[in-house]
């Protein structure tokens, strides 16, 4: 049990730098040596854990997958109105870009995907499907306007917030990053919102931005 | 003036080459001798004109940047109001996207560039200017609501067609990208579009692909 727990977190340390060598570098140019200083594990216990550094993308790739999954249960599970779940859902995610290195990294591999495999669709499916589901809700809790087609909405939500957050990397290295998430929603929000959802788009995203503040500092951390 | 003609044919297959490779392997796992082997010259060659792997992605990414800004002026030139010109820019991204592998390559390795060197601002930058200039002319032309902020929703629009055109890539090799380019229009012209500017959203976005068709054949193309 004690031995199983060390190996835990050796597999734990082992993916934390992976995602670290992988968020700097990139798939192709990292090496299993770069990982194995960074989780500060030998060769050996790298190659037990990871036979290739595919393997290790993917480790990575799911970590990043099951920390955005979790946070999104736990927010989808809090019942509220559809809508505003839709605005937290993209700032807690914004907020994982921010504070957890697995997440950077798992969503860059996932993009350079093509250099180890076919790409990785999961992670778009499923958070479409999500942004559908609320979607839907919202239409009927209306919040959303019927005429709004869900599936073309949630779509295009995934979409675009994945570019808004990759140009916000390239930009500012992510400094910006919650400021520019809810730029999104102030411009996207006068379009979709129901007639009788009497809900100013501002006061909206400004009312959701207060329920899950960004913590100090963390403008200057995300800016390294 | 046979000679130079010669070498700039061999500059163009190089980077032709490098695009093709960088396309597919990205940028770490791309090597000078897919890059010869794709362009078809001999390493003394590709070395005479390039001196490394980053050379060769720097001008795949000017020559990507080259034909979007070519493709633009030609549009911005011909003064037509300027909301349509908005969404045209858009579409003739998305046909360049679908037809010239230098700009997928280019698009990916502007997004992959930390690995060898600092993100690539400029093409961003220029593309949010253009955009912006756009807006404001929009605004006085009363296609575009004057509430709008023009700096936001240029670097929003820039943002969001980044990730559209991604998001369809990873789950479609592209094959969709014109469909989502006229989708993110359709969801976002009813929030920013001027109260006098008597076009139904559909109508206009309709109206504008009319203008430039996807020639036939680029779906299959494009999926490869």
């Known amino acids: ?23 700097e570098h990139g798939y192709g140019s990292a090496s299993l040596t770069q990982v194995s200083d960074a ?76 250099a180890f495999g076919p790409p990785v669709q999961g992670p778009y499916e499923d958070w479409i499907a999500v942004m559908e589901q609320l979607t839907d809700r919202a239409k009927r809790e209306k919040q959303v306007r019927s005429s709004v087609d869900s599936e073309a909405l949630a779509r295009y939500l995934v979409a675009s917030f ?23 929603w102030s411009i996207l929000l006068p379009g ?10 501002q006061t909206l995203s400004r009312l959701v931005a207060a329920e899950v503040p960004i913590p100090r500092g963390a403008e200057v951390e995300s800016s390294a």
Chains 1, 2 share one sequence.
């Open 192 to 201: 979709i919102m129901h007639e009788d959802f009497h809900e100013d788009p």
């Open 162 to 184: 994945t570019g808004v957050q990759m140009v916000s990397g390239v930009l500012t290295g992510r400094a910006d990053v919650m400021q520019r998430i809810d730029e999104m």
């Open 39 to 114: 989780a500060k594990v030998t060769k050996g216990a790298l190659y037990f854990h990871f036979q290739s550094k595919e393997d290790l993308a993917r480790a990575v790739i799911e970590e990043q997958h099951r920390i955005v999954v979790a946070e999104s249960e736990t927010l989808l599970a809090e019942d509220g109105p559809a809508l505003p779940a839709m605005i937290l859902l993209c700032r807690a995610f914004g907020l994982k870009l921010v504070h957890e290195p697995a997440v950077r990294a798992g969503i860059r591999l996932t993009l350079e995907a093509t």
């Open 1 to 23: 049990m004690v031995l199983q727990d060390r190996a835990k977190a050796t597999r734990e340390a082992i993916i934390a730098g992976a995602a670290a060598v992988f968020e």
